[in-house]
């Protein structure tokens, strides 16, 4: 009788990670794509300039809008949609400010708003403590 031995096969130990990559790769587009749609704000009009754009940075801007009634809105916080008050508003920036000292900070002011807002807007971001604030406009069609 022949010595037929059955030869066990050892249990494979490495995972096939390439169909996991690629369901990575699929939803890092699927973000990309939709992160800028995602984004939320007050309807402003807004001032048309003839200025360079500002040099992208890798934080969330702070942007405080105030609207063509002179109401200021906050793109942090529980609802950005939600008018806030003076005290708030510098709160809230001085807030984010302390956390991530870099971040940019910016004014979306309304075509229709009285400067006055607008002004108002800077020196309360500079009571927060930002140290320069970015006017936000949009650019002429020449």
Same mark, same amino acid.
């Given at each position: 009788m022949a010595n037929t031995r059955r030869v066990r096969k050892r249990p494979m130990s490495e995972i096939?990670?390439? $169909?996991?990559?690629?369901?990575?790769?699929v939803l890092l587009i699927i973000f990309m794509v939709t992160a800028p749609l995602m984004t939320q704000g007050v309807k402003v009009d807004l001032p048309q300039a003839?200025?360079?754009?500002?040099?992208?940075?890798?934080?969330? $801007?702070?942007?405080v809008s105030v609207d063509a009634d002179g109401f200021y809105y906050l793109n942090v916080g529980e609802d $950005? #949609?939600?008018g806030i008050d003076h005290d708030l508003l510098v709160q809230r920036v001085a807030a984010v400010l302390k956390y991530k000292p870099g971040t940019p900070v910016?004014?979306?002011?309304? @075509?229709?708003?009285?400067?006055?807002?607008?002004? &108002? @807007?800077? @020196?309360?971001?500079? #009571?927060?403590?930002? $140290?320069?604030?970015?006017?936000? &406009?949009? @650019?002429?069609?020449?």
């Open positions: 096939n990670v390439v $169909p996991y990559i690629d369901v990575m790769l003839s200025a360079e754009p500002v040099q992208q940075s890798e934080t969330e $801007p702070l942007i $950005p #949609k939600q910016l004014v979306r002011g309304d @075509a229709a708003v009285n400067y006055g807002a607008v002004v &108002t @807007a800077m @020196a309360l971001l500079q #009571k927060a403590g930002a $140290p320069s604030v970015g006017l936000v &406009t949009e @650019a002429l069609d020449e």
